[in-house]
């Protein structure tokens, strides 16, 4: 009778929870290398490590939690997989030299320089497959401050707040590769789809709140 009683009562809590729109998919975030869960400084990546997000508890993550690859680490990998969610007040993804990230799931940020996906160093591949949103000033969706980078958007990026960027890079010598066959949509006061320098061998289209399909640059 109590069994049947408990089966009733997260019945009821999971039709609540739609009702309400509450998300019932959870997620949390593992170095599947070392076994330690990410929260804030534990578990963050170093060389030749892997972090995955998966639909366990708790989903998303505290906003203070972020994936953030050691300085000057390589072949850092990261995937968020479908269903999970990240959600942080920081960039909510960082790693440094020929590392990769693929998100299939759902990133979310907040705040000044809140980045989606970041990399500060070369040789890295950033892969959007599911959903980023950022949120406040400079915030950018896909951002690359080295060089030789790869930066892919197949989902959605939508990006609001002054001066922010769907897919950013500052790269000066056309060696990074962006690549959009997804959407990206862009508000706020000077902010654009794509935002590289000057000397971009071929910039994004100037003046427009979204962009195209299959759009490449080299920057």
């Keep these: 009778m109590r069994r049947g009683g408990r089966l009733l009562s997260l019945c009821l809590g999971s039709a609540l929870a739609a009702i309400g729109g509450l998300r019932e998919v959870e997620a949390r975030c593992v170095n599947t290398t070392t076994g330690i869960v990410v929260i804030a400084v534990a578990g963050q990546p170093n060389a030749n490590e892997t972090v995955v997000c998966d639909t366990t508890v708790p989903n998303p993550p505290p906003a203070s939690t972020v994936i953030s690859g050691a300085a000057g680490s390589t072949n850092v990998n990261v995937t968020v997989l479908p269903g999970s ?21 759902q990133v979310s940020t907040s705040g000044l320089n809140a980045f989606g996906i970041s990399t500060t160093g070369n040789g890295s591949t950033l892969t959007n497959q599911g959903a980023i949103t950022t949120v406040g000033s400079r915030g950018f969706g896909l ?8 930066l892919i958007n197949i989902g959605t990026i939508n990006v609001s707040g002054p001066n922010s960027a769907g897919i950013r890079s500052t790269e000066t010598t056309a060696s990074t590769l962006v690549t959009n066959s997804g959407t990206i949509t862009v508000t706020g006061s000077g902010a654009s789809p794509t935002l590289q320098p000057v000397s971009c061998s071929r910039p994004a289209p100037p003046g427009r709140s979204s962009i195209k399909p299959a759009e490449r640059y080299l920057v």
């Excluded at 951002?143 to 790869?150: E, L, P």
């Design 85 to 105: 969610i990240l959600s942080s007040t920081a960039r909510a993804i960082g790693v440094v030299n020929n590392s990769r990230v693929l998100n299939q799931g």
């Design 143 to 150: 951002d690359a401050r080295g060089s030789n980078s790869t």
